[in-house]
């Protein structure tokens, strides 16, 4: 197929729309060897002994307003955490989004209580009216994801939070210093975690970071960190509160995570910056529409979800990819549920079946199709461009007139 210029589709043999390398992002630099350096050097790399990583989670807290930060060694420990110091018993239910990583739902589990999913608005993340649907006597926590760096309609879900008297967790794992209304996220709800994974805004290569704005929740917070050890000093009995692990940050990642304190507004602003330019870019495109902003929200692309309409995501991603812009079909393709068989098969602890199988738990629970349609159709559209702080105006400038092209003449599937 040709446009009316007679320009043919790469992947019909014609002439890419780049043909040179996008730039990789390079999150770290000499700050980062400076303070790992000088983690080494101490000769300590034990985070409750060392400097570094309490010294992030000040700084961190700082970047927030908070008082209150604990670092851990994933985002899935970042929500663990929060899950724990809420506390839930076995069988309650934490209320949380279709469309999110498996950290999200991992650690409700962990807590033997039992994941119930919202269905996603028009923004990808979760819609309040489903979310005060799914709400019964049994639920303890609603867990709400700020998607892709697209906050959540975090005035309804306050509202909601406090008409019912349940607490609100923020996943700000892809939306790190991400404003609502002049708030940031992590900071309207009673708990916020993060990622700080490779891919994330900030990064020490994998880690976590809970924060609460509740003074009476930060003492279980940090315990929950470290096995609930009171640790005080010196040898001699010990006392372990409660049931917990052991999610640890070392000096290491403390060391790269305080020289990331100091890059992150720029990255955040930037990734602003390049997703808006490219929503502007594509903006007319028959077919092709940008990602969803929520009303009130800035949004700091920790992806780029494209909405595609008249093409199956994977053969525009295709087509996208032979004009040589890395382009993805679809996210995780389906509802997270839906990918994990400690939900849609109950493969739990051992061949127990436990919550889901226990008296504890109210009604029989199946993870199917019909849970969260909305979400479903929206991964049936989506192609995920990987914007980031690296790029030039001139590379986000390229992604957009290979989407032009691609969409002027790749058939309709
Ligand atoms: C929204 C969301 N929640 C939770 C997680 C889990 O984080 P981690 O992979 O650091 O455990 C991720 C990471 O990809 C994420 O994107």
Known sequence: MNTPSGEKLALDGGQPVRTGPFPRRTPFGDREIELVTEAIRSQNLFGPSGRMVSEFERRFAALYGLQHAAASSSGTAAIHVAVGTINPDPGDEIITAPITDLGSVVPILYQTAVPVFADVDGTYTMDPEDVERKITRRTKAILVVHLFGNPCDMDAMLDISKRHGIPLIEDCSQ?????????????????????????????????????????????????????????????????????????????????????????????????????????????????????????????????????????????????????????????????????????????????????????????????????????????????NLPVHESLADEDVKDMARAVQKVSAILPDS
């Open 175 to 383: 939306a790190h210093l991400t404003a609502y209304r002049g708030r940031l996220v992590g900071t309207m709800g009673d708990l916020g975690a993060f990622s700080l994974q490779q891919s994330k805004h900030l990064t020490t290569g994998d880690g976590g970071m809970t924060v609460t704005r509740r003074g009476e929740w930060a003492e279980r917070m940090r315990l929950f960190v470290d096995k609930a050890w009171t640790r005080k000093p010196g040898w001699g009995p010990r006392t372990y509160l409660f049931l917990s692990p052991n999610y640890r940050m070392t000096e290491l990642q403390g060391a790269v995570g305080i020289a990331q304190c100091e890059r992150v507004q720029g990255v955040v602003r930037r990734r602003n910056e390049l997703g808006s330019l490219l929503s502007r870019l594509i903006e007319g495109i028959r077919g092709v529409h940008a990602p969803p902003v929520t009303p009130g929200g800035v949004h700091t692309y920790w992806s780029y979800p494209l909405r595609v309409t008249r093409w199956k995501p994977e053969t525009f991603a295709k087509a996208l990819q032979a004009e040589g812009v890395p382009a993805s079909g679809g996210y995780i393709g389906k509802p997270i549920f839906l990918c994990a068989d400690a939900l849609c098969r109950w493969e739990t602890f051992g061949r127990s079946g436990f919550p889901f199988t226990s008296p504890y738990v109210d009604g029989r629970r199946v993870y199917d199709e019909s849970l969260c349609p909305r979400a479903q159709e929206a991964l049936d559209h989506m192609v």
